[in-house]
C-alpha cells in the first residue's frame, strides 16, 4: 500500500497530495487516516473507500 494518495481536497480546494497518517485493521477492512499534504485536512478512508472527512 502507498503511503501518498491524490485526493481533492475541499479547503485547498483542488487536488493534493495526501499523506498516510495512521492505519488501523477493522471488521469492515484496514481503515486509514491521510493528510492533506498542504493544509492538513484530515481524509478516513475504509478498504479504499474515501469514507468521511475527519
Ligand atoms: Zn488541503
Partial sequence: M???????CPQCGGRETFWRSA?????LGLKTKW??????YGLVRIDGE???AA
Avoid: K, V
Fill in 50 to 52: 474515501i469514507n468521511s
Fill in 35 to 40: 493528510r492533506c499534504s498542504e493544509c492538513d
Fill in 23 to 27: 492505519s488501523t485493521n477493522l471488521h
Fill in 2 to 8: 502507498s503511503l501518498e494518495i491524490e485526493h481533492h
